[in-house]
């Protein structure tokens, strides 16, 4: 696995922050796609 599958592994949750200007960007879109197939919950900022 990569380094945000370990990071991932060692968390109860994800804060999701999107900078209204520029949108999501692709990593984010990534992370979130992880952090969501790892049943983790997204806090929206």
Not at 1 to 16: A, I, K, P, Q, W
Not at 21 to 41: H, I, M, N, W, Y
């Amino acid at each position: 696995g990569g380094e945000v599958e370990r990071t991932l592994s060692m968390v109860d949750g994800v804060m999701l922050l999107v900078d209204a200007s520029e949108g999501p960007l692709p990593q984010t879109r990534f992370v979130l796609r992880k952090a969501l197939e790892r049943g983790l919950p997204p806090i929206v900022v």
